[in-house]
C-alpha cells in the first residue's frame, strides 16, 4: 500500500449528499476481484450519457478536476452496501483523500485499508473548502497527515482529527498484511520455539 504523507492536489467538490457506494461503483462492475480497472466506472451512472459519451455536467470530467486527487463531497458519503470495490474504484481513479462531514462506517474502515484518507470535518469547513474547489485549477488543497491539517489556497488551514492507529498505518503503507509482515521477526521465532518444544 502506498504510503500517505502530504498531498497537494486541486479538489474536486461533489456537491451531493448520500452519495452511496452504488453511485460509486455500479453493481454491474463487481464481478471483479482485482483492484485495478475500475476507475473508469468510477461514478458511470453520473459520469456518462446513455450512449456512453462523456456528461459534461459532471465535476470529474471537466478539464479542472480530471486528476483531481482530492475529493470534497457532501454528508454521509459511502453509504449503502458494504462494497470494497467503492475504494478501490477512488483509488483506481486517482482519489486519495475524501473529506465530508460524515462517512458510513464500512466505507470509512475500507479507505484506510486501502490508502484512502477520508476526513471528517464541520459543516462550516466544508463550506470554505467547497469555496475553494469551485475555484478549479486556480486553487489547490495541501492535507498534511503528520499535521493533520487541510492548507487552503490562501493560506488558511483546517484541522482534523484521526486514530492515532489509523494515521501510523497510512503513513506507513501498512494495509493488514503489511500489519502482520511488521510482526513477521515474532511469528518466526514463536514458530521455532514450537518446533523445538515438539522435538524435544
Known sequence: MQPFTTLTSTPAPLKVINVDTDMIIPKQYLKTIKRTG???????????KEDG???????????????????????????????????????????????????ADI?????????????????????KLFDDADRGSNATLTVDLEKQQITGPDGGTVSFDIDPFRKHCLMNGL??????????????????????????
Not at 480530471?66 to 458519503?77: M, P, Q, T
Not at 466505507?107 to 463550506?127: A, M, Q, R, T
Not at 494495509?175 to 521465532?189: F, H, Q, R
Request: charged share 25%.
Open 107 to 127: 466505507f470509512y474502515n475500507n479507505c484506510f485499508k486501502n490508502g484512502i484518507l477520508p476526513i471528517v470535518v464541520s459543516p462550516e469547513d466544508l463550506e
Open 38 to 48: 475500475l476507475g473508469t466506472a468510477l461514478f458511470s451512472e453520473m459520469r456518462y
Open 175 to 200: 494495509d493488514d498484511i503489511g500489519l502482520t509482515m511488521e510482526k513477521a521477526p515474532k511469528i518466526e521465532a514463536f514458530e521455532e520455539k514450537l518446533k523445538q518444544r515438539a522435538w524435544a
Open 53 to 103: 459519451s462523456e456528461n459534461p455536467d459532471f465535476v470529474l470530467n471537466q478539464p479542472a478536476y480530471r486528476k483531481s486527487e482530492i475529493l470534497v463531497a457532501g454528508d454521509n458519503f459511502g453509504c449503502g452496501s458494504s462494497r470494497e470495490h467503492a475504494p478501490w474504484a477512488l483509488l483506481d481513479f486517482g482519489i486519495r483523500c475524501v473529506i465530508s462531514t460524515s462517512f
